[in-house]
């Protein structure tokens, strides 16, 4: 079976791999480098529980082939704590009980980050618009908008991670 070599910087750690041409993205993080806090969701782009930063910009991870990602940097879930203190979003989400089942907070917080870097300030209405790709079974959006807003402010007062 044909292989290729792809670069990956994952969470600041690089990561030199073999794969089969058509792996997707999603597959690659969890399987051959075991991050596994990005979920495979609907495989189809629509839910978001894939999502993941990939040179800053929120992609799924599932409707993109690991060799669309060779020389990229990608952040995931895992990499949004650093110096083993959590990231705004993440305090947000577990302080507003944004978590629920958990399935998509990872997705969700990947786009959320995009979201507060673009709009550092945004309307409960602009926190919905921006989090429209990320899907969440437990209809509990309301947690979920509270989390960013929780987060936004925590950044303006001059919490950590711009």
Same mark, same amino acid.
């Given at each position: 079976m044909r292989r290729e070599d792809v670069s990956l910087t994952v969470n600041g750690n690089e990561h030199e791999i073999s794969i089969e041409p058509s792996r997707l993205l999603v597959h690659?993080?969890?399987? @051959?480098?075991?991050?596994?806090? *990005?979920?495979i969701g609907c495989e189809s782009g629509v839910c978001g529980a894939c999502t993941v930063l990939m040179d800053g910009k929120p992609v799924k991870s599932c409707t993109l082939l690991t060799m669309q990602?060779?020389?990229?940097?990608?952040e995931t879930v895992e990499g949004?704590? *650093?110096?083993? @203190?959590?990231?705004?979003?993440? @305090?947000?989400?577990?302080?507003e009980h944004g978590l629920q089942c958990g399935y998509c907070t990872p997705g969700m917080m990947m786009t959320a980050v995009d979201l507060l870097?673009?709009?550092?300030?945004? *309307?409960? @209405?602009?926190?919905?618009d921006g989090l429209e790709g990320n899907l969440c079974r437990c209809t509990g959006y309301q947690n979920i908008v509270n989390a960013v807003e929780s987060a936004a402010e925590k950044m303006h007062s001059g919490g950590s991670h711009e």
């Open positions: 690659t993080l969890r399987g @051959e480098l075991g991050y596994t806090g *990005t979920n990602a060779d020389g990229a940097e990608i949004l704590k *650093t110096n083993g @203190e959590l990231h705004p979003i993440q @305090e947000g989400f577990s302080q870097k673009q709009n550092p300030d945004p *309307t409960r @209405e602009e926190i919905r």
